[in-house]
């Protein structure tokens, strides 16, 4: 069974920085692709940032050129640079992975709050 704690949100003014992590536990190895998703209040869940073992990404339209998603495979963590920040980026921010063998199975953290406020 895999864990994923998400750590480094917070309140951040517009324009500013903030970068999330996450980190996977226990059968850490087991995991393929990465990613992050976010959900605003009243509005269905939709796409940050994705990330596969071999570093191909993938990104929402919105944060395009602003957000970077990286990864360390050795210690099973997912990494989420968000920089130009916009309120529109304010979110509870979900860690996700997708099991390595079982591509059906994923798992998600418990959500992280970024506000992004003046």
């Known amino acids: 069974q895999v864990q994923l704690v998400e750590s480094g949100g917070g309140l951040v003014q517009p324009g500013g920085s903030l970068t999330l992590s996450c980190a996977a536990s226990?059968?850490?190895?087991?995991?393929?692709?990465m990613g992050w998703y976010r959900q605003a209040p009243g509005k269905q869940r939709e796409l940050v940032a994705t990330i596969t073992r071999g570093s191909s990404t993938n990104y929402g339209d919105s944060v395009k050129g602003r957000f970077t998603i990286s990864r360390d495979n050795a210690k099973g963590t997912v990494y989420l640079q968000m920089n130009s920040l916009k309120p529109d980026d304010t979110a509870v921010y979900y860690c996700n992975a997708v099991d390595r063998f079982i591509p059906s199975r994923t798992y998600w953290g418990q959500g992280t709050q970024v506000t992004v406020s003046s």
């Open positions: 226990g059968s850490g190895f087991s995991i393929n692709a």
